[in-house]
């Protein structure tokens, strides 16, 4: 299972915020570019990048970071918050992002999402499902659909889909554990899937329990920062 660790960027600095709250945020280093090179030294080759201010902006923000970081290592990149023009995914793919990260435009406006599938290809982009209580959650996390996550992802594994990420929004940041159980659900559904689990990993116990369950991969954010996970462990991992 590979190891994706998360930056999320505030003001061009590495945050992390609680269940999505912009008023429960704590900033853990003013130069997500070192945070960046810190994961690469441990022999981390992944790096899930968000852009909060683009999220709450509607419109890709922090791109410049993104640049930087690029520039800096060779981390094979996920950049999402924010894209919801063709320009936004430009921007991104040619800032130095691998993959472009969908949330809610794969929910809102199925029709332009397909458009940039069939432009850019399935394999540029990293689809997210936010979920609570199996069902799609947007906006922040605000809004919670009537669409249920199976569905979610067997309409765009249809469309080519081959990376989805699934957070469990109840689980976000409180460091209590990932949803194993709804993760299982998922992998048994869909088993050639690239899966990424995301949200709640507070120890390598919970690394090896998604890993045992047929994870591809698990972004950890909050508990390398908290120091629950060492990147020297990640590392081992």
């Keep these: 299972m590979q190891i994706i660790p998360?930056?999320?960027?505030?003001?061009?600095?590495?945050?992390?915020?609680t269940q999505g709250d912009y008023n429960q945020k704590t900033i853990y280093n003013e130069n997500p570019v070192e945070?960046?090179?810190?994961?690469?030294?441990?022999g981390l080759n992944r790096l899930h990048l968000?852009?909060?201010?683009?999220?709450?902006a509607g419109?890709?923000?922090?791109?410049?970071?993104?640049?930087?970081?690029?520039?800096a290592t060779d981390l094979t990149i996920d950049f999402g918050g924010g894209i919801k023009t063709e320009e936004d995914v430009?921007?991104?793919?040619n800032s130095g992002a691998r993959f472009a990260t969908i949330g809610s435009i794969a929910v809102k406006n199925e029709s332009l999402f397909t458009e940039w599938l069939d432009k850019y290809g399935p394999d540029q982009f990293l689809l997210g499902a936010?979920?609570?209580?199996?069902?799609?959650?947007?906006?922040?996390?605000?809004?919670?659909?009537?669409?249920?996550?199976?569905?979610?992802?067997?309409?765009?594994?249809?469309?080519g889909i081959q990376n989805i990420f699934c957070?469990?929004?109840?689980?976000?940041?409180l460091l209590q554990g990932p949803s194993l159980v709804l993760y299982k659900e998922?992998?048994?559904?869909f088993p050639d899937l690239h899966f990424i689990a995301s949200g709640g990993v507070s120890s390598m116990e919970d690394l090896s329990a998604l890993a045992d369950y047929g994870c591809a991969a698990a972004i950890v954010g909050k508990a390398i920062y908290e120091g629950k996970v060492t990147l020297d462990e990640l590392s081992k991992f």
Excluded at 167 to 173: C, E, P
């Design 50 to 56: 968000v852009d909060l201010d683009g999220a709450k």
């Design 90 to 93: 430009k921007i991104v793919l």
């Design 167 to 173: 957070t469990d929004v109840s689980k976000d940041g």
């Design 35 to 42: 945070v960046a090179k810190s994961f690469e030294a441990a």
């Design 59 to 71: 419109k890709v923000t922090n791109w410049q970071v993104l640049e930087n970081i690029a520039a």
């Design 130 to 159: 936010d979920v609570k209580n199996s069902l799609i959650t947007i906006g922040g996390w605000l809004e919670t659909t009537e669409l249920s996550v199976f569905d979610f992802i067997k309409k765009y594994r249809d469309k």
């Design 6 to 17: 998360a930056i999320d960027l505030i003001d061009g600095k590495c945050v992390r915020l």
């Design 186 to 189: 998922i992998i048994s559904k």
